[in-house]
């Protein structure tokens, strides 16, 4: 088990490695317009209610994916830290896993990054930075409300592992960004998964912090 779990957090520290290094700007971003996207929910596909207040942002994880151990998300932290740099900018708050430690779905404040903010800049950093790692044949990208919550999406697809990242923006709290992955071979079996999870996206309140 620890085998899998040092292989596990090997591969989400690679994940956000390219996160760490994009910075936040405090100047003014126009109102977002994007159209208002209605995924189709199964409620039995999704786990229990998930809320980050600093982030004004309730979510469920598909079910089956359980809550990784603080162990684990201070470990995902400290490397995070190690390897990039990682300061207040940018905090794991959840991770799950499935059974078999294949699939996962992680959540990571931004602090200082809101909708109110230059997201237009941020936003063309992040992008770049995926680019630089997979070819532009291997991303899709889109942006849309879920609720009153505004996402941006890039669907990362490779030869080896499939990657749903998003970028999700509420007034004047930190944004959040999700990531969920699996294994190219699993996706047909979860993308009815992580489409309920991304649909329940919700907004749980108009402020953040100060």
């Known amino acids: 088990m ?9 591969g989400v520290v690679s994940v956000l490695i390219g996160l760490s290094s994009l ?3 405090t100047s003014k ?29 309730s979510f469920r ?9 603080d162990s684990i998300i201070s470990v995902l932290q400290t490397s995070l830290a190690d390897k990039a740099g990682v300061g207040p900018g940018m905090e794991l708050r959840l ?6 430690h294949v699939a996962g779905v992680l959540a990571a404040e931004i602090k200082g990054l809101t909708l109110k903010s230059d997201t237009t800049t941020f936003l063309a950093n992040y992008r770049q930075s995926i680019l630089d790692i997979h070819g532009p044949d291997d991303v899709r990208e889109g942006e849309y409300w879920v609720d009153r919550v505004f996402v941006k999406n890039f669907l ?6 499939v990657h749903f990242q998003l970028i999700c923006l509420t007034g004047g709290a930190n944004a959040l960004e999700l990531n969920y992955f699996c294994p190219r071979q699993f996706y047909p079996d ?21």
């Not at 971003?29 to 942002?57: C, H, M, N």
């Not at 994880?61 to 151990?69: C, D, L, M, N």
């Not at 979860?190 to 100060?210: C, D």
Request: glycine share 6%.
């Open 29 to 57: 971003e126009k109102d977002r317009t994007a159209d208002q996207l209605a995924f189709d929910v199964v409620d039995s596909l999704l786990g229990a209610v998930y809320e980050i207040p600093t982030a004004a942002i």
């Open 2 to 10: 620890l085998i899998i779990k040092q292989h596990w957090i090997a």
């Open 190 to 210: 979860l993308v009815k998964l992580f489409e309920s999870s991304i649909g329940s996206l919700q907004l749980i309140s108009e402020g953040g912090e100060t």
């Open 23 to 25: 910075s936040c700007s």
């Open 61 to 69: 994880p598909p079910v089956g994916f359980e809550p990784a151990p």
């Open 156 to 161: 990362i697809t490779d030869s080896i592992n």
């Open 95 to 100: 991770a799950f896993l499935d059974t078999n």
